[in-house]
């Protein structure tokens, strides 16, 4: 045999390339010879490259692959180029193929970080202006304020209007929004109004009351505007209302003398 010098009926051969191998074979001095060829197709060797091992839940990564004419991706992938999008941290396995030679497995692992589904509660959605709330932020493990600039779980804020509160939760490198509005009612300043504040017993005064949508009078009263007829000088105390939003007492004294005899 040709080459390799072998005189044997059988020989194996392994070729690294593809050779023509020659067999010259005799019955005496009588000779014979037979040639054949083997063909060699190279045994691929795949290499992979990734645009980020490390990718937050819900986002994709490109993953390249080189090195053979046909790939089997596991537990999925094709082609040579392919976006995966893993749910969890998942090992990945690429085959290369040329024509019936594989090569050798190449694994990559994609890990996934949870990205944060974060939440706000307030302690009340809508308050008087000069009150305080209380914010907290749950489903991340660092958090950023704002307006604000707050870097805790739980902040205090003292809205003077109607405002909108943002808090950036992360797990790591993977970030999570959520947005709540405290809706600020404005606290009334009532003012009064009085016909007369010294009258004789007996007789009336009108008094009239702005700044709120509603009332309460104290020790008598109702509404914007009351008829008084107090039978000695009294004391009279208003509050107003918006809403929840309750002014400071308005207070004012309607003295009563009495008739002669």
Do not use: M
């Amino acid at each position: 045999w040709l080459p390799g010098a072998q005189t044997t009926t059988v020989i194996t051969v392994t070729p690294t390339i593809t050779t023509t191998y020659t067999v010259n074979g005799s019955v005496g001095t009588c000779y014979g010879t037979k040639t054949i060829s083997i063909n060699v197709t190279s045994t691929p060797t795949v290499a992979s490259s990734i645009t980020n091992t490390t990718i937050c839940s819900g986002t994709s990564v490109i993953a390249n692959v080189t090195g053979a004419t046909t790939y089997t991706w596991l537990p999925s992938g094709s082609g040579n180029t392919s976006t995966l999008t893993p749910s969890s941290t998942t090992v990945y396995t690429v085959t290369g193929s040329n024509g019936s030679c594989v090569s050798a497995p190449k694994n990559f692992t994609i890990n996934v970080t949870t990205t944060p589904t974060v939440n706000i509660t307030a302690s009340s959605s809508t308050v008087c202006a000069g009150q305080t709330v209380t914010l907290t932020a749950s489903g991340a493990t660092a958090y950023s304020w704002l307006p604000g600039a707050q870097t805790t779980t739980v902040i205090t804020v003292n809205p003077t209007s109607t405002t909108s509160y943002t808090v950036n939760g992360a797990n790591g490198t993977c970030y999570g929004t959520k947005t709540i509005t405290i809706n600020v009612s404005s606290t009334p300043t009532i003012a009064t109004s009085i016909t007369n504040t010294t009258i004789c017993n007996g007789k009336s005064v009108i008094a009239s009351v702005t700044g709120a949508t509603s009332y309460t009078w104290s020790p008598s009263g109702s509404g914007n505007t009351s008829t008084l007829t107090p039978s000695s000088t009294t004391v009279y105390t208003i509050t107003g209302s918006n809403g929840s939003c309750v002014s400071s007492p308005k207070t004012f004294t309607v003295n009563v003398n009495s008739n002669p005899v």
